[in-house]
């Protein structure tokens, strides 16, 4: 047996998968974020641990399941944080996760020093306080005291598996989303790290992905509940493990879409692609010699779980009835408008700036126009994205959803409609990364023989097809869309300036 921990934006979900690839329980420990003002989003990385304690615990007692019979523990972590750790290997701050925006000097930093193109050619990402890198000049430059007790900076999962093992290492695909790291070479970028002015002695060794790092301790065993000497395997970020638990193994396997706190759209390449208009980014694969193209947005899942909040605080059904109860509900077709932009935006405008804002509100509309409005919202912004991959040659003629959002049969339906294409629902959306972490897992420790598992792991339902005159009246919306944020993009950085 597997146990996989995804280690995500609301909590830890442990897996355990058995050696014919089958999940057999799933358990989740919750831990909270602190927001703040400036675009300050944090979480403190010992609540992660609790989680990953709490997870194991709960998941052998439900299964029933002995400790000796896990043949080894793999992770999937949140991407693009940063994690400072003094020479103890104790947080020396908070951890400031992807969602942080607060670097934006900092990333001016690095334009005036290396400049966008150069850094986007070297890591397959564009310059901006996303990223782990700019948030770590932030700390130095902003918390004098805390940078100075530095000694390691690593990622969520990188933490959690330092905590069972001792090991302090990170995989390529959590690499590729620091902003420090060169997909050329496969090492760390000592140019853009010269260019930020941050030693490359605070990052971790790099190893593949299904590498064994080393064995629970008796420490940590004594906490999880875990043998003291199984195997733990690095495992990768989340974006590529939702890839692989996709069943995206190589090129030809299509593009599927993310719909958790933050969404995306992706697919598998030989190669990282290098938008002209740097609309996109790419991760490196879990899979050696793989790459992941990606158009992420901040707050795709989030955005519709933060609308159904406000409308129904409290009401444990508030998803499943505000979205079915606004299947015969139109917002754009009604002028009505959402820009999702609740934590600045990522692809495609990489502008932390950005504010969400309703558009075109009027006196009859209710709570479904408003939920509809921030679906459409998505959807909108996810074929933005899309359209950079369309553009640079990529045949994308159905795609695959994964992830809590595609829960919803009305959110499936409305991103078919505006994307044109058929959309698949996945029969383990919510377990989708897990998947990625266990198959990862069961490959390091030679439970499973390569990642061609991962297809026969994955299974879709029948595809929701688009509504042809829907998707070309949402093709015109979807310029109104695009119109609408440009127009409110002087006014957005004049708010932060």
Partial sequence: ????????????????????????????ARYGTDFGAGGKVEQDPRTWWQAVCTATRRLLEQARCPPEDIAGVSFSGQMMGAVLLDEAGEPVRPAIIWADTRSVAQTGQLLERIGMEDAYRITGHRLNPTYSLEKVMWVR?????????????????DYVAYLLTGALVTDPSDASSTNAYDQSTGAWSREIL???????????????????????????????????????????????????????????????????????????????????????????????????????????????????????????TRFARLLSGSVDVRASDDGLYFLPYLLGERSPYWNPNARAVFVGLARHHGPEHLARAVVEGVAFNLYSGLRAFLENGADVDQIDVI??????????????????????????VDEATSLGAAIVGGVGVGLFPDFEIARRLTAWEDASLPNRATHERRLRAHERFVDAYLRLEPWFDAGAA
């Fill in 194 to 316: 010269d260019a930020a002015s941050i030693p490359v002695g605070l990052l971790p060794e790099i190893v593949p992905s299904t590498t064994v790092i080393g064995t629970v301790t008796a420490e940590a065993a004594g906490q999880t509940g875990l043998l003291a000497g199984t195997p733990v395997v690095i495992g990768g970020g989340d974006g590529p493990m939702g890839a692989l638990g996709a069943g995206r193994v190589d090129a030809g396997s299509g593009a599927y879409c993310y719909l958790g706190s933050s969404s995306w759209v992706s697919y598998v390449a030989d190669q990282p692609l290098h938008d002209p208009r740097m609309r996109s980014m790419t991760f490196n694969h879990v899979i050696p010699g793989q790459f992941v193209p990606t158009a992420t947005m901040q707050a795709g899942g989030a955005a519709i779980e933060w609308i159904t909040g406000v409308l129904a605080p409290g009401e444990e």
């Fill in 141 to 157: 430059d902003n918390e004098p005291d805390a940078f100075a007790r530095t000694r390691h900076v690593v990622l969520a999962k």
């Fill in 1 to 28: 047996m597997i146990i996989a921990h995804d280690l995500g934006t609301t909590g830890n979900k442990a897996t355990l998968m058995g050696a014919d690839g089958r999940v057999t329980t799933s358990v989740t």
């Fill in 403 to 428: 992830g809590g959002g595609a829960n919803s049969p009305m959110v499936l339906q409305e991103l078919s409609d505006t994307w044109g294409v058929p959309v698949r629902r996945g029969r383990l």
